[in-house]
């Protein structure tokens, strides 16, 4: 049983069993400009802030797109996935549980946008009394390489980062807590197999299952 004094949780990835739907997006977005979402691709966009990623995107295919019609076009595929087959992974949800049984405060740190997908989810799953407080990666101005994000929410929560887990299932975001001071939990999607051995090299804890935080 792990229970940290507080806890920070990413949502895509880590709490949702999500990402399978971000790379089919980013497949079927691009396949409707004439491009091939390639995995250098999506491990270079994964951690990027979501207008980051849109200049990327611009200059790496040379779309005529502004940033933020790329962005439009991202949350508009993305809704319907998150309101229908987007579901949390198994025993996170009885994790959140175990910590909220112990009164342990919890929020959420997520770079998943616009709100309205990040309530859907929250709605659809029934988080909403787990969380203090929900953090998004647009409030701050770097991605989740670096700590900002989980600085923020962790003053929002009231703790200090050696008192705090993070929860994240990406290596650039592991190593982004660490330098903030926090103990990282990695958590193991198959989007992100390949970084997996990193992964348990540098997180404090590093889980292939939620169950086994139990």
């Not at 691709?41 to 979501?50: E, H, L, Q, R």
């Not at 887990?165 to 807590?177: H, N």
């Not at 958590?187 to 997180?203: F, R």
Request: charged share 25%; glycine share 8%; proline share 4%.
């Amino acid at each position: 049983m792990f229970l940290p004094k507080a806890a920070i949780f990413d949502l895509d990835g880590t709490l949702l069993d999500s990402m399978w739907m971000w790379k089919s997006l980013d497949t079927e977005f691009l396949a409707q400009r004439g491009h091939v979402a390639t995995q250098d691709y999506t491990d270079a966009i994964k951690c990027m802030g979501w207008e980051e990623g849109a200049r990327y995107t611009i200059d790496r295919y040379g779309l005529s797109e502004t940033p933020q019609q790329v962005i439009d076009a991202w949350f508009a595929m993305s809704e319907d996935c998150y309101r229908t087959h987007v579901t949390m992974k198994p025993f996170a949800k009885e994790y959140l549980q175990l910590l909220h049984d112990h009164g342990i405060p919890m929020a959420i740190a997520t770079s998943m946008e616009p709100s309205k997908n990040i309530d859907v989810v929250i709605e659809s799953n029934g988080l909403r009394p787990f969380f203090q407080n929900i953090t998004m990666g647009s409030e701050v101005t770097r991605g989740k390489g670096f700590p900002d994000i989980y600085l923020l929410c962790a003053s929002r929560l009231g703790v200090a980062s050696e008192d705090c887990a993070v929860f994240e299932d990406i290596l650039a975001a592991v190593r982004g807590a660490a330098k903030g001071g926090f103990q990282t939990v990695g958590i193991y999607d198959e989007l992100s197999s390949g970084e997996w051995p990193q992964i348990e090299k540098e997180a404090t804890v590093a889980v292939r299952s939620w169950e086994e935080l139990l």
